[in-house]
């Protein structure tokens, strides 16, 4: 039986919105993380969840080739939306994400986040939480940007985006926060506070490729 064009419309314009729903999961992803503390997420949380659903999103097409590929029936996609009111829909919101969702609202968010870690730093709390989400928010669209160009079009494409991910965050993202977690030790030690908690903080997150690497070695 054929699909009626209007379904197939309807898949073609989901397929369409998933890199727009994928920012969408970002911002909210950032939200998750300064709710579970902005330096750091809890197992089996919003953070991670949102961050999941922004992989899946971003590796549709290939997350169903996958299920094609073991025999299960899955809906045709690619082309272009025919009908001229599901097409309207679909640069609707398109618009609505990129130009109100993250040309307009996000810099507000992050705006906002800068005003609360001031005001973290005014009641002698920390304020990296805040800096790190408004940091987060503001760079969307170059992570998304970033996500995409991980995406090997397997049919392995999700978890090779995670790997790649992890990848990203070990080797790029966990150095730098060595370099900054000495100098704020130095900071710490000019105004004669303590520093080996920044110091063992430093070791760690440049040891987390060598445990990670220690621990497969020990299962196999």
């Known amino acids: 039986m054929t699909t009626p064009q209007f379904l197939s419309d309807l898949l073609t314009l989901l397929f369409d919105l998933a890199v727009p729903a994928a920012m969408c999961t970002?911002?909210?992803?950032?939200?998750?993380?300064?709710?579970?503390?902005?330096?750091?997420?809890?197992?089996?949380?919003?953070?991670?969840?949102?961050m999941l659903w922004s992989v899946i999103f971003l590796t549709l097409?290939?997350?169903?080739?996958?299920?094609?590929?073991?025999?299960?029936?899955?809906?045709?996609?690619?082309?272009?939306?025919a009908s001229p009111w599901l097409a309207g829909l679909e640069g609707s919101f398109k618009s609505f994400v990129t130009v109100l969702v993250v040309g307009k609202l996000v810099p507000l968010l992050a705006s906002f986040f800068v005003l609360k870690a001031a005001l973290d730093g005014a009641q002698g709390d920390s304020p990296l939480g805040s800096?790190?989400?408004?940091?987060?928010?503001?760079?969307?669209?170059?992570?998304?940007?970033?996500m995409q160009s991980f995406n090997s079009g397997?049919?392995?494409?999700?978890?090779d985006m995670l790997a790649s991910?992890?990848?990203?965050?070990?080797?790029?993202i966990l150095p730098e926060a060595a370099g900054l977690a000495v100098v704020g030790a130095v900071i710490n030690y000019a105004r004669h506070r303590p520093v080996m908690p920044l110091i063992f903080s430093a070791l760690a997150f440049l040891s987390v490729s060598a445990l990670w690497s220690l621990v497969q070695a020990m299962v196999r």
Not at 37 to 43: A, C, M, R, S, T
């Open 26 to 50: 970002m911002v909210l992803a950032a939200l998750a993380l300064r709710q579970e503390g902005g330096v750091n997420f809890q197992v089996g949380g919003s953070f991670p969840r949102w």
């Open 61 to 81: 097409p290939q997350l169903l080739s996958w299920f094609a590929a073991q025999g299960i029936q899955m809906p045709a996609h690619g082309g272009s939306v």
């Open 131 to 146: 800096i790190i989400t408004a940091i987060f928010l503001l760079a969307i669209s170059s992570t998304v940007q970033m």
């Open 154 to 159: 397997s049919q392995f494409a999700t978890t």
């Open 165 to 172: 991910l992890w990848n990203f965050v070990s080797g790029t």
